[in-house]
């Protein structure tokens, strides 16, 4: 009896999920409302925290003549919690033909109810499963893709795309899992996979067979066919592979080069990732570029920063996880956005100079009006559409990236970059949020940086340089020139920034500490003084710039 009601009581938690989720769901294709698809997706989150993938086992059939994939999937799930049941997230295209299931330790087989309602699929087990345990799944499912949200997954009659969630949508986000891809493909067409794996395919009349095992533990992965140009290069014991469509015509020379250059600064600068194959896939039609985890990149656009970002997950993302669930945020989003975002400005400035940098910077604006707390920013704000995801990808790339380049001004180069590596190397393979990043600042610069992390990342103040009571007099061939700095926004700057002064016969830089609001700068140029500019190399995070130059003329 206790049974019966236990179940009914799932039964109907489960039905009132689905409807939200449905609800949801339509909501996020239709960008409705994206506070009520966090709140779904938050229930989820709750009911699908406890259980962890730590193995996933793959064999797919794909035939795009016919639009179909076949697959077979033996999963390892570890339970974090005591529970009965497993929750997870299938393409409503692919219907699912068999479940069978086993505890790790029996290896003994046990019946399993499976409930569906569209996106969403229960998995109810016979008993109770304990924490530590560990349970292996066996599903096998087939049909076609259905487009779901923005996913650029397809399966079309000469090339497809599988990505994470067109496969599967992994039943937890919550970690690392160890992957072994096996499949088969028709034999014209060519799996974009790591190179010494291609070399392996065999024709067997029916179709060529891949076989495929990333050599570290993965986040997520994906996987494409079609027919491609091949470019390969192994540089440092490392092999670039880059596939690029037939029909698209790209320089793959320079951007292979680019993927190497950055895969190696980067490698220099935070440790090693330990990847030994990068496989990068050019999709000209994509919406966006993806590093898929497993060392797997897609690239809709070819040019450096979007290489450099996208390379960079391999750290952040790909290494350093994020909890990709969660609700509430905690800065995931941060650490894997703003850290891929500002390691891509960093490859610019170190590789191509500060010009460059300069100019790419530009583009790293938000509306100071319009903000969001970077901390509450989740994966499923992300994947929204319209104007909400504009605003949020604002805050998570371009401030984020700021906030980043900011610290390095407060800490200095060295420290930062000695706080960057110590990060990756404590929390690689490791979920890891902004406080943990904040600990590991504070333990290098030895003193609390709530002061920083509060109003930048768990806040929405602003902050505002302006110039202002520029006095200049001449005295015996020698322009003193005295400006106030303030800062009208709400956050301290406990830094220095520097003030450029323009003159006629070139330019001259100082530098201020913002201890003082206003602070006062005083220039002695021997030519008249043509402009004045607070922050010229766009260090700060100041959206408002057009009282941060003032010049004689106009006073
Ligand atoms: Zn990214």
């Not at 980067?266 to 570029?289: A, E």
């Not at 995931?332 to 891929?340: R, S, Y």
Request: glycine share 8%; net charge positive; hydrophobic share 40%.
């Amino acid at each position: 009896m206790k049974r019966k009601k236990f179940f009914f009581l799932i039964l109907i938690l489960f039905s009132v999920l689905c409807l939200l989720s449905s609800y949801s769901y339509y909501l996020l294709i239709t960008n409705r409302s994206p506070y009520i698809l966090k709140l779904v997706t938050g229930t989820a989150d709750y009911l699908m925290k406890g259980q962890n993938i730590s193995n996933y086992n793959i064999n797919l059939n794909i035939s795009p003549e016919k639009g179909v994939i076949n697959v077979e999937s033996d999963i390892n799930v570890k339970f974090i919690k005591d529970r009965r049941y497993i929750i997870f997230l299938l393409n409503d295209g692919l219907k699912i033909d068999s479940i069978g299931y086993k505890k790790a330790v029996s290896n003994q087989p046990s019946a399993i109810s499976h409930y569906r309602i569209w996106l969403i699929n229960f998995l109810l087990l016979p008993e109770k499963i304990k924490k530590d345990d560990d349970l292996r799944i066996n599903i096998k499912y087939e049909g076609n893709l259905r487009p779901l949200g923005f996913s650029d997954g397809y399966i079309k009659e000469k090339e497809f795309i599988l990505r994470n969630e067109d496969l599967w949508y992994p039943m937890d986000f919550q970690g690392l899992f160890t992957l072994n891809v096996k499949g088969t493909v028709p034999v014209s067409i060519t799996p974009a996979l790591p190179v010494s794996i291609i070399n392996k395919l065999t024709g067997d009349g029916k179709g060529k067979r891949f076989s495929w095992r990333p050599e570290r533990p993965v986040t997520g992965f994906a996987l494409m066919g079609g027919y491609f140009n091949k470019l390969s290069k192994s540089v440092n014991g490392i092999t670039y592979t880059l596939y690029s469509p037939v029909y698209h015509n790209e320089d793959m020379e320079k951007a292979i080069d680019s993927i190497i250059l950055c895969h190696s600064f980067f490698k220099s600068q935070f440790g090693d990732d330990g990847f030994k194959n990068l496989t990068i896939i050019i999709t000209p039609h994509g919406y966006r570029s993806y590093n898929h985890g497993a060392g797997i990149i897609t690239l809709s656009k070819t040019d450096f920063p979007t290489i450099a970002h996208e390379i960079a997950h391999n750290w952040w993302g790909g290494t350093v996880c994020v909890d990709l669930l969660r609700r509430k945020g905690g800065g995931g989003q941060w650490i894997a956005e703003g850290f891929a975002e500002f390691s891509s400005l960093m490859a610019i400035e170190k590789l191509h100079g500060k010009d460059a940098l300069l100019k790419e910077i530009k583009n790293e604006n938000f509306n100071p009006d319009k903000q969001r707390i970077i901390d509450s920013i989740t994966t499923f704000d992300n994947l929204m559409d319209g104007e909400d995801v504009k605003i949020n990808n604002q805050m998570v790339y371009a401030k984020g990236a700021y906030v980043l380049i900011m610290l390095r001004e407060i800490m200095g180069e060295e420290k930062f970059m000695k706080a960057i590596r110590k990060f990756f190397s404590e929390y690689n393979y490791k979920i890891a949020d902004s406080s943990d990043f904040q600990r590991t600042v504070e333990r290098i610069m030895g003193n609390s940086f709530s002061w920083f992390f509060n109003p930048w990342i768990r806040g929405t103040e602003r902050l505002d340089f302006k110039i202002k009571d520029l006095n200049s007099i001449e005295r015996g061939g020698t322009f003193v020139t005295t400006v106030k700095v303030v800062n009208q926004g709400k956050i301290n700057i406990f830094a220095e920034i520097d003030v450029m002064a323009i003159t006629e016969n070139g330019k001259e830089i100082q530098r201020v500490f913002m201890d003082e609001n206003p602070a006062t700068v005083v220039f002695n140029t021997k030519s008249k003084i043509k402009e004045i500019i607070a922050d010229p190399f766009l260090k700060w995070a100041d959206m408002e710039r057009g009282n941060n130059i003032v010049n004689p003329k106009n006073l």
